[in-house]
């Protein structure tokens, strides 16, 4: 079993709706939580991050982190064609040197 | 303020051979980081550096080296390159304080034949 799990999609959704996409992990001791967007062959883009649980809100983009659950979220409000993507979760611990643990990532595409 | 920068972009190597790629981390940054990133896949933790210190390695065979300079740009070295090192090559420079932020380079994707 991998330490961070995420569906990889196509998840296909229509411009202007809501999109919620996930990761589950199996490590206790991981702290800080992030999202990143990467484009087709370029470098991952970091978002936003969060320590430990509670929700994080950055204009279209609400994070969300449930420890007790091991269970992190991010959600894109009117979404739109520019936010076609593999969105990225990653997550570290304080006792590993905060090395980053990465999902397989999730390929979102807003249709028009 | 300048971004993470790699060098080359592409580059195709050949079995056997041993490669060299490069990073500039971005301004006020003292943490570097490497990642090997495989078609459809996240990127995996190959090691990270912290004032010109190896800070942390991941699961990959001693052939990966690497090094960091005191301007804290970075190299990261591959030699006896096998066919499965085909991949992209991702930097990342993290704030001091604050290695847990990481800010990504473009990459550079190796093809090796």
Known sequence: QKEVEQDPGPLSVPEGAIVSLNCTYSNSAFQYFMWYRQYSRKGPELLMYTYSSGNKEDGRFTAQVDKSSKYISLFIRDSQPSDSATYLCAMSARDSNYQLIWGAGTKLIIKP | ?113
């Open chain 2, 1 to 113: 303020e300048t971004g993470v920068t790699q060098s080359p972009t592409h580059l195709i190597k050949t079995r056997g051979q041993q490669v060299t790629l490069r990073c500039s981390s971005q301004s006020g940054h003292n943490t570097v980081s490497w990642y090997q990133q495989a078609l459809g896949q996240g990127p995996q933790f190959i090691f990270q550096y912290y004032r010109e210190e190896e800070n942390g390695r991941g699961n990959f065979p001693p052939r990966f080296s690497g090094l960091q300079f005191p301007n804290y740009s970075s190299e990261l070295n591959v030699n006896a390159l096998e066919l499965d090192d085909s991949a992209l090559y991702l930097c990342a420079s993290s704030p001091a304080g604050g290695p847990f932020e990481q800010y990504f380079g473009p990459g550079t994707r190796l093809t090796v034949t």
